[in-house]
């Protein structure tokens, strides 16, 4: 069994508890899933690729803990995502955590702009609007399984949202949009940790590690340094930690709670961020 991560020296129990890692068919997604299936979760993983999550259950269950169960989407469209909320809706009726992890660095399948099948930017579509859409849809679950806890997977890499320009269809760069989808997550955890306070669920946000050894560092000639034992402890911790049960619209830099960028903090981006969002993903306010 793979020891746990430090978390102040104590750890809810996670035996039992339903938790839902997107992207965790590889890199950090797939380590916090695995040690989250040895303190006997109940571990719901979601990828594209139905032969690499093969490897995974496989891995799991040769290690002696219970089967993962694998739902398989593609969060870059909107009709992805939703059928996704829809199954595990279907095939559970309580959440005790969602992982929103999945992502595209700034250089996957070159650094060129591209579109999702929604016709929307495709980091913003994958980083942000996938997790932004699948909050709101599995929330009722995550209300039946309270206290219970989102974590959002962002970064230090962060770029002001430009209100006029949101796709960035001018002075495009991976990079830049990489980091505008990383800011738009911060801004929804603060928003949404709002939105349900009181009703039992917690939103937080971390930067794992900087470059750690997954595809998405090395897709962009990156030499990692950072591990994903590193960045999945970070992980961990908020899933898990005793000591951040019921903090709640916070960022935080691996282990340490941190500031993100300015616009973070600003309402009115905020407020200009959630509207626009929820019209992107067809939820009325």
Request: charged share 20%.
């Given at each position: 069994m793979w020891p746990r991560a430090a978390v102040g020296g104590r750890a809810m129990t996670m035996n039992g508890k339903t938790v839902l890692i997107t992207g965790s068919t590889d890199g950090v997604g797939r380590y916090v899933?695995?040690?989250?299936?040895?303190?006997?979760?109940?571990?719901?993983?979601?990828?594209?690729?139905?032969?690499?999550?093969?490897?995974?259950?496989?891995?799991?269950?040769?290690?002696?803990?219970?089967?993962?169960?694998?739902y398989q989407a593609d969060l870059s469209s909107m009709s992805g995502t939703r059928a996704l909320a829809e199954a595990v809706k279907r095939d559970h009726q309580r959440l005790d955590v969602f992982v929103s992890n999945a992502g595209i660095g700034s250089q996957n399948d070159g650094p060129q702009r591209q579109v999702s099948a929604d016709s929307h930017e495709l980091?913003?579509?994958?980083?942000?609007?996938?997790?932004?859409?699948?909050?709101?849809?599995?929330?009722?679950?995550?209300?039946?399984?309270?206290?219970?806890?989102?974590?959002?997977?962002?970064?230090?890499?962060?770029?002001?949202?430009?209100?006029d320009d949101v796709m960035i269809t001018k002075g495009y760069s991976g990079s830049r949009a990489y980091a505008q989808s990383k800011l738009a997550q911060i801004m929804f955890t603060i928003d949404f940790a709002e939105e349900v306070k009181g009703v039992g669920v917690t939103v937080n946000s971390l930067h794992?590690?900087?470059?750690?050894?997954?595809?998405?560092?090395?897709?962009?000639?990156?030499?990692?340094?950072?591990?994903?034992?590193?960045?999945?402890?970070?992980?961990?911790?908020?899933?898990?930690?005793?000591?951040?049960?019921?903090?709640?619209?916070?960022?935080?830099?691996?282990?340490?709670?941190?500031?993100?960028?300015?616009?973070?903090?600003?309402?009115?981006?905020?407020?200009?961020?959630?509207?626009?969002?929820?019209?992107?993903?067809?939820?009325?306010s």
């Open positions: 899933a695995r040690r989250l299936a040895a303190e006997g979760a109940k571990v719901l993983i979601h990828g594209r690729d139905a032969a690499r999550a093969k490897t995974l259950i496989d891995e799991i269950v040769k290690a002696g803990h219970a089967a993962p169960i694998f980091r913003f579509a994958v980083n942000y609007l996938s997790g932004f859409l699948l909050a709101h849809l599995l929330l009722p679950l995550l209300k039946a399984a309270a206290p219970s806890r989102i974590v959002n997977v962002a970064s230090l890499g962060q770029h002001p949202i430009d209100f794992p590690a900087t470059y750690m050894n997954t595809t998405m560092v090395r897709a962009g000639g990156i030499t990692p340094i950072s591990t994903v034992e590193q960045g999945g402890a970070a992980i961990l911790r908020l899933v898990e930690g005793d000591d951040v049960a019921g903090k709640s619209g916070l960022f935080f830099n691996g282990m340490n709670e941190a500031r993100a960028n300015p616009q973070a903090y600003d309402a009115d981006a905020r407020k200009r961020l959630r509207a626009l969002s929820l019209e992107l993903v067809g939820i009325s």
